[in-house]
């Protein structure tokens, strides 16, 4: 019979939710551009100008960018080192938009073709949604409903851009 203290259940409850966390660390670069350091000290830049959004152990990154003037939200999809577009079958992606007070506001970001990389809708890196409520946001928060990257599907990521932030 094993015999679990008070504090010794603690600890490992503590322990258990830490490791949940995602050890991201946001960084504003000097030129505006938005980083990432993980707890290993690796170093990534949103290619975009950008929130990046760690996928997993440097499985994928996810670049979130917000034009509050245009009212749009832009998705991309990126590798374990947010270097490189990553095509997915998707021709949309839901997205939830937090709101204070108010219920969360689906947008969809629909598949965007791009020539000049020969991406498609259903084959393809780059989602993008507009929306009005997307206009007063500043900083945000929300999540994605679901994603399937090389085979693995994401349910529920959860995203957060600060104010001023250019996701």
Same mark, same amino acid.
């Given at each position: 019979?094993? #015999?679990?203290?008070?504090?010794?259940?603690? =600890?490992? #409850?503590?322990?258990?939710?830490?490791?949940?966390?995602?050890?991201?660390?946001?960084?504003?670069?000097? $030129?505006?551009?938005?980083?990432?350091?993980?707890?290993? @000290?690796?170093?990534?830049?949103?290619?975009?100008?950008?929130?990046?959004?760690?996928?997993?152990?440097?499985?994928?990154? #996810?670049?979130?960018?917000?034009? $509050?003037?245009?009212?749009?939200?832009?998705?991309?999809?990126?590798?374990?080192?947010?270097?490189? $577009?990553?095509?997915?079958?998707?021709?949309? =992606?839901?997205?939830?938009?937090?709101?204070? @007070?108010?219920? $969360?506001?689906?947008?969809?970001?629909?598949?965007?073709?791009?020539?000049?990389? @020969?991406?498609?809708?259903?084959?393809?890196?780059?989602?993008? @949604?507009?929306?009005?409520?997307?206009?007063?946001?500043?900083?945000?928060?929300?999540?994605?409903?679901?994603?399937?990257?090389?085979?693995?599907?994401?349910?529920?990521?959860? =995203?957060?851009?600060? =104010?001023?932030?250019?996701?």
């Amino acid at each position: 019979m094993v #015999l679990v203290t008070h504090r010794t259940l603690r =600890v490992l #409850l503590a322990t258990a939710v830490m490791a949940l966390i995602p050890n991201l660390l946001l960084a504003q670069t000097a $030129a505006g551009r938005t980083t990432t350091r993980d707890h290993k @000290g690796h170093h990534h830049e949103a290619p975009h100008g950008g929130t990046l959004v760690e996928v997993g152990d440097h499985f994928a990154f #996810l670049e979130f960018v917000h034009d $509050a003037d245009a009212g749009t939200l832009t998705l991309y999809v990126l590798d374990g080192s947010a270097e490189k $577009a990553v095509r997915v079958t998707h021709t949309s =992606v839901t997205f939830m938009l937090n709101r204070q @007070g108010a219920p $969360a506001v689906p947008i969809e970001l629909k598949a965007r073709a791009r020539a000049i990389t @020969g991406e498609t809708v259903g084959d393809t890196s780059e989602f993008v @949604g507009s929306a009005d409520v997307l206009k007063a946001v500043k900083g945000g928060s929300g999540r994605v409903v679901h994603l399937t990257i090389k085979g693995q599907t994401i349910k529920d990521l959860a =995203v957060t851009w600060p =104010v001023g932030d250019r996701p």
